[in-house]
């Protein structure tokens, strides 16, 4: 397993410390900045993913192309401290995910340039996810044509990287199990865990794909699977990891050799779960929403304290802001939450999967965050207050570990959740 984490870390050394890895699966800056802080102070490297919804050929959701989150991160990472070749980019869920409403070969053509694009601009770890299907596709596909299609995104991958003359060629994360990104839409129970013989006929079944292709170099560079180890999270629960579900699985790695699992929907996990999932093998845990989850709380703590300090008609309305604008533009969340009117008012705020996340980069709420953020710079946060709506931060300030004002408060509240990863992964 460390030796899996090593190639990825590109660092031996750092290697030694870590038992696993967590993957930052988010382009908010105040999140990347945190786990980048948190780095530094674990002496470790940072695993950072884009979606393929996020950033594609096109500009994404994010607006941004695979060389501009580059540059994105790059210049966070300066800004930090942390120094570049202690990070790791990653390209999650890339395939034809985007286009599954076109034909097989035309999703598939876009597939092609999204590859050659993520590899071109400097991703070094690309999860080649072809499981879904598109227009005209039987559901499910087979994992014959699966693999198929991963092969022909690997060969496009390591077209790009010798055309870009890279020494460091990509690693592959592969696998037919995919969890959908972002969390279950559905209220969930339980989760069945990847079948023993699943995961090795999927791994079969690629190394002959990547055979056929004439791929057998890179095939030593496919470093984990994706499977389902039986965690999962829906809009108002958790379904937390049972160890003694997935003992076949884990054996599995036994027969393996080179790969660890890797997990995603790991947001929400217990700390001790988190570590559990480690020591079975899953070494590369995903994490996104949980960490933007964290982010709306602080941001929304910092409100309520705003109102306990400043004047009604100086305050940011941050939250009332928030719900007018995803009232006004519901794209993002009214086909995930089917519930009454009270049900979705919560579900905007609370929701696990926290698709107010897409929202913090429009204008007007964009504007009401800095005001906020200006509103209690210009105050002393009192600590008896700050005890009230963020608690462990309280005891941090008390301890002298941290200050009140509000970007140390929030980049705080983020790093709970990530330092509880960093956690995990230790050796």
């Excluded at 559901?139 to 077209?159: F, N």
């Excluded at 592969?174 to 969890?179: K, L, R």
Aim: glycine share 6%; hydrophobic share 40%; proline share 5%.
């Amino acid at each position: 397993m460390t030796n899996v984490v090593s190639r990825l870390a590109r660092d031996a050394e750092a290697a030694k410390r870590l038992k696993g890895i967590y993957s930052i699966c988010s382009a908010h800056p105040w999140v990347l900045s945190a786990a980048m802080k948190q780095a530094l102070d674990d002496h470790t490297p940072l695993l950072i993913e884009s979606t393929s919804n996020q950033v594609d050929q096109f500009g994404g959701y994010t607006g941004m192309k695979p060389t501009d989150f580059v540059r994105f991160v790059h210049l966070i990472a300066d800004r930090v401290g942390l120094p570049r070749e202690r990070l790791i980019l990653g390209g999650d869920h890339l395939g034809p995910n985007a286009w599954r409403n076109l034909p097989a070969e035309e999703a598939m053509q876009r597939a092609d340039a999204l590859i050659d694009a993520y590899v071109s601009a400097g991703f070094t770890k690309i999860h080649l996810d072809t499981s879904m299907s598109c227009a005209g596709d039987p559901a499910p596909l087979s994992d014959d044509v699966v693999a198929e299609r991963a092969s022909r995104l690997c060969a496009v991958a390591e077209a790009a990287a010798e055309r870009e003359g890279r020494t460091e060629r990509p690693v592959y994360i592969i696998g037919t199990e995919v969890p959908v990104p972002g969390g279950a839409a559905e209220e969930l129970d339980t989760v069945e865990v990847t079948h023993a013989s699943a995961a090795l006929d999927t791994a079969a079944v690629h190394r002959k794909a990547w055979h056929d292709r004439g791929l057998d170099e890179a095939w030593q560079r496919v470093i984990a699977l994706v499977v389902q180890p039986g965690v999962e999270f829906d809009h108002t629960k958790v379904v937390d990891y049972k160890p003694q579900l997935a003992t076949e699985l884990s054996e599995v790695l036994e027969r393996l050799p080179g790969m660890v699992f890797e997990a995603h929907s790991t947001d929400y996990q217990k700390p001790e779960s988190l570590a559990a999932l480690v020591r079975d093998g899953f070494a590369i845990l995903k994490v996104g929403p949980g960490v933007t989850f964290a982010l709306r709380e602080a941001l929304y703590a910092l409100a309520d304290i705003e109102a306990e300090l400043i004047a009604p008609e100086a305050r940011s309305n941050l939250r009332q802001i928030v719900e007018t604008v995803m009232l006004a533009r519901p794209g993002h969340w009214e086909k995930y939450y089917h519930g009454d009117e009270q049900e979705n008012r919560l579900l905007r705020t609370y929701s696990y999967s926290d698709r107010v996340r897409y929202y913090w980069a429009d204008p007007e709420i964009d504007a009401a965050v800095n005001k906020l953020i200006s509103n209690l710079t210009g105050v002393a946060i009192p600590e008896n207050v700050l005890s009230r709506y963020l608690p462990e931060q309280y005891w941090q300030f008390r301890r002298g570990a941290l200050d009140a004002t509000p970007m140390s408060l929030i980049q705080s509240r983020i790093r709970e959740v990530i330092g509880v990863y960093a956690a995990a992964c230790k050796a």
